[in-house]
């Protein structure tokens, strides 16, 4: 005879949820910094480059960064790109 397990795949919260407002947008990304910022989940770095090509044909002054934080992104890490860019696409995959 056999057993069968059925998991739940519902996340459970660890502590207090915070809701964050979204950042403000700029007018215009001429002349910005932009960050494409991937978590190296496999994919979501061939995204962020088509979206970085996409970007520079339509404003061809901006400066390209491509930032790359693997798991555990600390609150220094997440700073450190809000002061190095002035917008930042993200992006995961799988």
């Known amino acids: 005879m056999f057993m069968l397990e059925v998991l739940n795949p ?3 919260s660890k ?3 915070t809701k964050t407002p979204a950042a ?3 007018d ?3 002349g910005k910094k932009v960050g494409l910022l ?6 979501g770095n061939i995204g962020l480059e088509r979206v ?3 970007l520079k044909k339509r404003h061809p002054d901006i400066q390209l960064f491509p930032l790359e934080i693997k798991e555990g992104a600390t609150r220094e890490m997440i700073e ?3 002061k190095e860019c002035d917008v930042t ?3 995961t995959g799988d």
Do not use: F
């Open 52 to 54: 970085g090509e996409l």
């Open 28 to 30: 215009t990304l001429a």
């Open 80 to 82: 450190q790109v809000i």
């Open 38 to 43: 991937w978590n190296t989940k496999r994919g």
């Open 10 to 12: 519902v996340a459970v």
């Open 89 to 91: 696409v993200g992006s």
């Open 24 to 26: 403000p947008r700029p």
């Open 15 to 17: 502590g207090e949820l």
